[in-house]
């Protein structure tokens, strides 16, 4: 059997958590996720966000389930491979490769937009290249990335701990000025904001696709299977600490920045406008220094997403390379810290290479973010419906006495995954248009390998069926068949 990934200490529940939050980014999501929210839906960007949540949740349910059985560096490719068989888990682990090289890409991105943010911030007149930026995001996610596993994901939760601490405390200001009656603005503390406010449901759930955003990437602890302790146990917590903790904090901060700037139409104009809504919060409600401190915990979330993104990503590769697809140089480790460092390089450069290619046509990095973040999603979305179908496939064998009827809720998450793709996919304007075609290419490119090479998914099958039978004490007949699709 092939080496499996494994630092000198393995990971706690905790940890593991820390890669999931990491990769979702709150301080970066709270920033710049609910503005294209209250464009669409005015006040009722809360409600969206408990959409959002519910169906994120359904989901998640799919992941949960399966991780408590199979545990690999491959996550889907891993996942969908055990249950569906090896060409399925390829596809997945193919188009999954895609989505974290996006996300790392965006969040290199973000850091130029939030760096910059920072320096207007101190009064500075001066501004650097957002590539710059982004370079030397990616120079510490190298650094870092290559060492054991437990140094990442401590750093990752102190950096967004920092965030998350100030984000609450804005909030927790917000909804005492509010309901107090001191607002700078006279703004109220307006419950309506948990109600459609004229909008139907279709809006709403057109909307979601934003907040579906924010919690895009939760699953990245799967990633993590071979390096954490306890991994049947403490992977599906890990996944559910995530999803709950970020559940909790994004409807209430979200709450907090709508009845901030206001529920009536200045208000939802404010918000919908603004490029950095905690910060501009955070001035009004606090002051300068709030602002401040909000500013650059954005810009330290960009770099932990980035750590996250590449992370996972790495891991993916790593998984890939050792059962034999890719150069075999990207399956090996360090012998000191157990980190894939030539899959980590491999990640990070793949990352950087857009945000160099758009630099060089003059893109602002605001666009830069969502459009690689865009791209990141949509192959994202088609990953979760392979594995939601993953979970129906292993439901159906018997073999770890999953309920039958417990079929509905990844049954149920496919449709609102398509839903969401569509919704991504028509009415759009240039580039977001073109999107869906790039996305789907690139997975179109994993399908047409698994075709055109079955003698490579016969090779990882077998390498599946041997790993996963090392790594956990599920029975014969749960992964025996692996082989043999």
């Given at each position: 059997?092939?080496?499996?990934?494994?630092?000198?200490?393995?990971?706690?529940?905790?940890?593991?958590?820390?890669?999931?939050?990491?990769?979702?980014?709150?301080?970066?999501?709270?920033?710049?996720?609910?503005?294209?929210?209250?464009?669409?839906?005015?006040?009722?960007?809360?409600?969206?966000?408990?959409?959002?949540?519910?169906?994120?949740?359904?989901?998640?349910?799919?992941?949960?389930?399966?991780?408590?059985?199979?545990?690999?560096?491959?996550?889907?490719?891993?996942?969908?491979?055990?249950?569906?068989?090896?060409?399925?888990?390829?596809?997945?682990?193919?188009?999954?490769?895609?989505?974290?090289?996006?996300?790392?890409?965006?969040?290199?991105?973000?850091?130029?937009?939030?760096?910059?943010?920072?320096?207007?911030?101190?009064?500075?007149?001066?501004?650097?290249?957002?590539?710059?930026?982004?370079?030397?995001?990616?120079?510490?996610?190298?650094?870092?990335?290559?060492?054991?596993?437990?140094?990442?994901?401590?750093?990752?939760?102190?950096?967004?701990?920092?965030?998350?601490?100030?984000?609450?405390?804005?909030?927790?200001?917000?909804?005492?000025?509010?309901?107090?009656?001191?607002?700078?603005?006279?703004?109220?503390?307006?419950?309506?904001?948990?109600?459609?406010?004229?909008?139907?449901?279709?809006?709403?759930?057109?909307?979601?696709?934003?907040?579906?955003?924010?919690?895009?990437?939760?699953?990245?602890?799967?990633?993590?299977?071979?390096?954490?302790?306890?991994?049947?146990?403490?992977?599906?917590?890990?996944?559910?600490?995530?999803?709950?903790?970020?559940?909790?904090?994004?409807?209430?901060?979200?709450?907090?920045?709508?009845?901030?700037?206001?529920?009536?139409?200045?208000g939802i104009s404010g918000f919908s406008s603004s490029q950095y809504s905690?910060?501009?919060?955070?001035?009004?409600?606090?002051?300068?220094?709030?602002?401040?401190?909000?500013?650059?915990?954005?810009?330290?979330?960009?770099?932990?997403?980035?750590?996250?993104?590449?992370?996972?990503?790495?891991?993916?590769?790593?998984?890939?390379?050792?059962?034999?697809?890719?150069?075999?140089?990207?399956?090996?480790?360090?012998?000191?810290?157990?980190?894939?460092?030539?899959?980590?390089?491999?990640?990070?450069?793949?990352?950087?290479?857009?945000?160099?290619?758009?630099?060089?046509?003059?893109?602002?990095?605001?666009?830069?973010?969502?459009?690689?973040?865009?791209?990141?999603?949509?192959?994202?979305?088609?990953?979760?419906?392979?594995?939601?179908?993953?979970?129906?496939?292993?439901?159906?064998?018997?073999?770890?006495?999953?309920?039958?009827?417990?079929?509905?809720?990844?049954?149920?998450?496919?449709?609102?995954?398509?839903?969401?793709?569509?919704?991504?996919?028509?009415?759009?304007?240039?580039?977001?248009?073109?999107?869906?075609?790039?996305?789907?290419?690139?997975?179109?490119?994993?399908?047409?390998?698994?075709?055109?090479?079955?003698?490579?998914?016969?090779?990882?099958?077998?390498?599946?069926?041997?790993?996963?039978?090392?790594?956990?004490?599920?029975?014969?007949?749960?992964?025996?068949?692996?082989?043999?699709?």
């Amino acid at each position: 059997m092939a080496n499996v990934l494994s630092g000198k200490h393995k990971l706690k529940a905790w940890e593991a958590l820390a890669l999931s939050v990491a990769l979702m980014a709150p301080t970066l999501a709270m920033a710049m996720n609910g503005v294209g929210v209250s464009a669409l839906v005015g006040k009722a960007v809360p409600l969206v966000f408990v959409l959002g949540f519910i169906g994120v949740a359904l989901v998640a349910y799919g992941f949960i389930r399966l991780t408590r059985h199979f545990n690999h560096a491959g996550s889907v490719y891993a996942l969908a491979g055990a249950t569906i068989g090896p060409r399925a888990g390829f596809f997945g682990g193919f188009a999954l490769v895609g989505t974290y090289i996006f996300f790392a890409a965006s969040t290199l991105a973000s850091a130029g937009v939030f760096a910059n943010a920072f320096l207007d911030e101190l009064g500075w007149n001066w501004r650097i290249s957002w590539l710059l930026a982004a370079a030397v995001t990616a120079a510490i996610v190298i650094a870092l990335n290559t060492r054991e596993s437990r140094v990442v994901a401590r750093t990752i939760i102190a950096i967004e701990l920092v965030g998350i601490v100030c984000m609450l405390i804005l909030a927790v200001v917000i909804v005492a000025r509010t309901g107090s009656g001191t607002a700078p603005q006279h703004q109220t503390l307006d419950w309506s904001a948990f109600t459609a406010g004229g909008h139907s449901m279709g809006t709403l759930m057109t909307a979601t696709v934003f907040a579906f955003l924010s919690w895009a990437g939760f699953e990245a602890c799967a990633a993590l299977g071979e390096e954490t302790d306890n991994p049947r146990r403490n992977i599906p917590g890990g996944l559910i600490g995530a999803l709950a903790i970020t559940g909790v904090l994004y409807i209430f901060v979200m709450f907090a920045q709508t009845i901030g700037f206001g529920t009536g139409a200045s208000g939802i104009s404010g918000f919908s406008s603004s490029q950095y809504s905690l910060v501009d919060l955070g001035k009004d409600y606090v002051g300068t220094a709030l602002g401040l401190i909000l500013s650059f915990s954005a810009f330290i979330s960009s770099v932990a997403s980035a750590l996250g993104s590449t992370t996972a990503g790495s891991r993916l590769v790593f998984a890939l390379a050792r059962d034999g697809f890719g150069p075999k140089q990207l399956a090996r480790t360090s012998g000191s810290t157990g980190s894939p460092v030539p899959a980590v390089w491999t990640v990070a450069i793949l990352a950087f290479v857009p945000c160099f290619v758009l630099w060089l046509k003059g893109s602002d990095p605001f666009d830069v973010y969502y459009w690689t973040a865009t791209l990141g999603v949509l192959a994202l979305l088609i990953v979760y419906a392979v594995a939601g179908v993953g979970v129906i496939v292993f439901t159906f064998r018997g073999t770890a006495r999953i309920p039958k009827w417990e079929i509905i809720v990844p049954a149920v998450a496919i449709v609102y995954l398509i839903y969401v793709f569509y919704k991504q996919s028509t009415g759009q304007v240039a580039p977001y248009s073109v999107f869906p075609y790039v996305a789907g290419a690139w997975c179109l490119i994993g399908l047409l390998i698994v075709l055109i090479k079955p003698g490579m998914a016969r090779r990882i099958g077998a390498h599946l069926a041997a790993e996963l039978s090392a790594g956990a004490d599920a029975d014969a007949e749960a992964v025996e068949p692996v082989a043999a699709r």
